[in-house]
């Protein structure tokens, strides 16, 4: 009897640098910088959102239960600074050691266009990004094979934007990724992680500001690509939806997974395959006051 791989997912952890002091951003950055606004908005709105216990909780919950996979559908910092993502490393270090630790990037994580010059993400994390690096020829898109019968498949679209704006923007050549699933991964579990929503629950809005351009061409290629899983994060609500009237794809958000400690909208992933057999169940971590 073959095996079931084990895959959690979680999203939007927004380590943050909270020494920080504003006029040391100021005297580095210049007033009109995004990171200005952020930590602005970060200190007198979204500070209280995120709870650092459940977090802590979240990490030590990931390090005592036997996984093959841990995904981290993007924005794992706040303003994208160094001294986050090093933070970020430090505490997901034990995570990083103990499975194979799967990103991608969120908007949070491409904050500014100095964050990719150079890319902080990709320097400090090079080794939770083993998806194929080779250029993509042919329509080959970066994928990572999940055992004999399951491949995950990711759809980069984070980029830096300008001030209130968090908007998201496609990266991937879908159209050739498509054909590519087509040709060759026909027959498997395919998974697929971004980190912008696809498809929102019944009632759920997404501000203009906040969404994904063209997000009608990521739906049709997760529905034309026969994708069975879509991961992501992005609006602080964990949730498993699928479109309407179909049952694929199941998409689900994980990235209430610390900022809520119960209700409808806390909580992340835990996924178990076994050949092109899939269970979800959401697990929910009690927090002390």
């Given at each position: 009897m073959?095996?079931?791989?084990?895959l959690?997912?979680?999203?939007?952890?927004?380590f943050v640098?909270?020494s920080?002091?504003?006029?040391?951003l100021v005297?580095?950055?210049?007033i009109?910088?995004?990171r200005?606004?952020?930590w602005m908005?970060y200190?007198?709105?979204r500070?209280g959102?995120?709870?650092?216990?459940i977090?802590?909780?979240?990490?030590?919950y990931?390090?005592?239960n036997d996984w093959?996979?841990?995904?981290?559908?993007?924005d794992l910092?706040t303003l994208a600074?160094?001294t986050e993502?090093?933070?970020?490393?430090?505490?997901?270090?034990?995570?990083?050691?103990?499975g194979t630790?799967?990103?991608?990037?969120?908007?949070?994580d491409?904050?500014?266009r100095?964050s990719?010059?150079?890319d902080?993400?990709a320097?400090?994390?090079?080794?939770?990004f083993p998806f194929?690096?080779?250029p993509?020829?042919?329509?080959?898109?970066?994928h990572?094979?999940?055992?004999?019968?399951?491949v995950?498949f990711?759809?980069?679209?984070?980029?830096?934007?300008?001030h209130?704006?968090?908007?998201?923007?496609?990266?991937t050549d879908?159209?050739?990724c498509e054909a590519?699933i087509?040709?060759n991964?026909?027959d498997?579990?395919?998974?697929?992680?971004g980190?912008?929503?696809a498809f929102l629950?019944e009632?759920e809005?997404?501000g203009?500001l906040?969404r994904?351009?063209d997000?009608?061409?990521?739906q049709?290629f997760l529905?034309?690509s026969?994708?069975?899983i879509y991961l992501?994060?992005?609006?602080?609500?964990?949730?498993?939806a699928t479109?309407?009237?179909?049952?694929r794809p199941?998409?689900l958000?994980a990235a209430?997974?610390?900022r809520y400690?119960d209700g409808?909208?806390?909580?992340?992933?835990?996924?178990t395959?076994?050949?092109t057999?899939?269970?979800?169940?959401r697990?929910?971590l009690?927090?002390s006051?």
């Amino acid at each position: 009897m073959q095996k079931p791989i084990v895959l959690m997912h979680v999203s939007d952890l927004h380590f943050v640098d909270d020494s920080l002091r504003l006029r040391d951003l100021v005297r580095k950055e210049g007033i009109t910088s995004k990171r200005i606004t952020g930590w602005m908005n970060y200190r007198f709105n979204r500070r209280g959102q995120f709870n650092i216990s459940i977090r802590t909780q979240l990490i030590e919950y990931l390090k005592t239960n036997d996984w093959d996979y841990l995904v981290i559908s993007g924005d794992l910092t706040t303003l994208a600074l160094e001294t986050e993502f090093k933070a970020a490393r430090k505490h997901l270090e034990p995570l990083i050691e103990k499975g194979t630790v799967i990103m991608t990037s969120g908007n949070h994580d491409r904050y500014v266009r100095r964050s990719l010059e150079p890319d902080l993400m990709a320097q400090t994390f090079s080794d939770c990004f083993p998806f194929n690096q080779e250029p993509l020829q042919g329509g080959e898109s970066h994928h990572l094979e999940l055992g004999d019968s399951a491949v995950l498949f990711e759809i980069a679209t984070a980029c830096p934007r300008l001030h209130v704006s968090s908007r998201g923007r496609i990266q991937t050549d879908l159209e050739a990724c498509e054909a590519f699933i087509q040709k060759n991964y026909s027959d498997r579990l395919k998974l697929v992680v971004g980190h912008y929503p696809a498809f929102l629950p019944e009632n759920e809005k997404e501000g203009y500001l906040h969404r994904l351009d063209d997000r009608r061409r990521l739906q049709d290629f997760l529905k034309n690509s026969s994708t069975d899983i879509y991961l992501h994060g992005h609006i602080h609500k964990t949730w498993q939806a699928t479109p309407l009237d179909l049952t694929r794809p199941v998409c689900l958000n994980a990235a209430g997974c610390c900022r809520y400690t119960d209700g409808d909208w806390s909580g992340f992933h835990r996924l178990t395959m076994t050949g092109t057999q899939f269970e979800v169940s959401r697990i929910r971590l009690p927090v002390s006051a």
